[in-house]
């Protein structure tokens, strides 16, 4: 079996992958600042050949589990920012400050669709671009749902956004404080990543592809204009790409890749922005 870990700063997530068959046998998450013991939430190692880590949690929860997989494991492979990889060149002017899971995405998006706006909503909502022939731009950082939602102290962070709310629920003006904040974070969320997508697309003159990943893609997809495709696996699919370990990854095949959204046409990103600029 080969183990995938995906090391947040909140929570870590995890899969089981089968060697032969490249099958997913079991998924899970714990909470980043438990310890990494077998039990209930953890698979056992006792299965496991091989480990391959992302982790953007702070460089002693790595090395303690770094260390503890050694004693267990044959093979662990650990993902780093790099200034180039597999036809990607890092934009950022230091490449290992780059946060790897950011960088894993938009390696994953461009062996999928060959340049993309890949984007990580979770604890803070990451909008990377990667253009058509592998340069990296950079990109954009700002708070996830659950931070602008406790930056507000209004006693409503225990109250989640519903994953399943319509887009035309969740856009209107709220009639309680609850709805009023959830309505109010969401609407500014998914304004800020189609912005950014236009801006970008015309700057750059490409309308890309838009995938979206994290624990709140669901949901903030129904709010997005422009075509896309919501990827849950797509730091493990660049975990894939960067240590193929099966036939169907040294093949080029990612677990759970969906098809490439066809973007919007340039034409209309630009009426659209340029409508939205006269407001």
Same mark, same amino acid.
């Given at each position: ?20 068959? /490249? ?67 890092? *934009? ?19 062996? !999928? ?17 990667? !253009? ?81 990943? *994290? ?39 990612? /677990?759970?890749?969906? *098809? ?11 009426? *659209? !922005? ?6």
């Amino acid at each position: 079996m080969i183990l995938d870990l995906d090391i947040g700063n909140t929570l870590s997530k995890w899969r089981l992958k089968d060697a032969d068959s /490249s099958e997913i046998r079991s998924r899970g998450a714990v909470w980043t600042r438990e310890e990494w013991r077998p039990g209930a939430d953890i698979p056992d190692l006792d299965v496991v050949e091989s480990v391959r880590i992302s982790s953007v949690a702070r460089r002693a929860v790595l090395d303690e589990t770094v260390a503890l997989l050694y004693r267990q494991v044959g093979q662990v492979h650990v993902a780093r920012s790099t200034p180039e990889a597999l036809g990607v060149i890092n *934009g950022y002017a230091e490449p290992e400050r780059l946060g790897v899971d950011r960088w894993l995405g938009a390696l994953a998006g461009y062996q !999928l669709a060959g340049g993309c706006c890949a984007v990580d909503c979770g604890s803070a909502i990451t909008i990377d671009f990667v !253009l058509p022939g592998g340069r990296h731009l950079g990109g954009y950082i700002l708070p996830g749902l659950r931070l602008m939602k406790e930056s507000l102290k209004l006693g409503t962070r225990n109250v989640a956004i519903d994953p399943d709310s319509e887009a035309e629920e969740l856009l209107v003006p709220g009639r309680r404080t609850v709805e009023a904040v959830n309505h109010g974070i969401y609407m500014a969320a998914v304004s800020a990543i189609n912005r950014v997508y236009a801006e970008v697309c015309d700057m750059e003159d490409v309308a890309l592809p838009l995938l979206l990943t *994290g624990g709140d893609a669901r949901v903030m997809s129904r709010g997005l204009r422009v075509p896309h495709a919501v990827w849950p696996d797509m730091v493990y699919g660049g975990l894939e790409a960067c240590f193929p370990l099966t036939a169907a990854e040294r093949a080029g095949r990612m /677990s759970g890749a969906p *098809g490439v959204p066809g973007p919007v046409p340039l034409e209309k990103i630009r009426a *659209g !922005l340029a409508f939205s600029t006269l407001l």
